[in-house]
Nanobody
Framework: QVQLVESGGGLVQPGGSLSLSCVAS????????MNWYRRAPGKRRELVAS??????????DSVKGVKDRFTISRDNRKNTVYLQMNSLEPGDTAVYFC?????????WGQGTQVTVSS
């Protein structure tokens, strides 16, 4: 059974940083494209960043400044994908979800809440 477990969310002040982690089990982690999505209050879920099995990264054009502020990475030895988030803004407040995708096969974590507020 595939499980994705996110951690690292919390409350942070504007301008602060958080590092999210997602540990996968029950799957061959290294062959999956790993994604971070988020769902802000009252909004649809949106893709934030992706990293392929070959470590090619992609960042969403629709998320303001994500390429300059967020970094996605993976450690295949630890079956873990990370999202380092810097210069956080109130608009980054959302539930962040880890997603594993391989063709039409995909799995989701339960999400971790990130709140950016003073």
């Amino acid at each position: 059974q595939v499980q994705l477990v996110e951690s690292g969310g919390g409350l942070v002040q504007p301008g602060g940083s958080l590092s999210l982690s997602c540990v996968a089990s029950g799957m061959i982690f290294r062959i999956y494209t790993m994604n971070w999505y988020r769902r802000a209050p009252g909004k649809r879920r949106e893709l934030v960043a992706s990293i392929t099995e070959n470590r090619i990264t992609n960042y969403s054009d629709s998320v303001k400044g994500v390429k300059d502020r967020f970094t996605i990475s993976r450690d295949n030895r630890k079956n873990t994908v990370y999202l380092q988030m810097n210069s956080l803004e109130p608009g980054d407040t959302a539930v962040y979800f880890c997603n594993a995708a391989l063709g039409t096969n995909e799995h989701w974590g339960q999400g971790t809440q990130v709140t950016v507020s003073s």
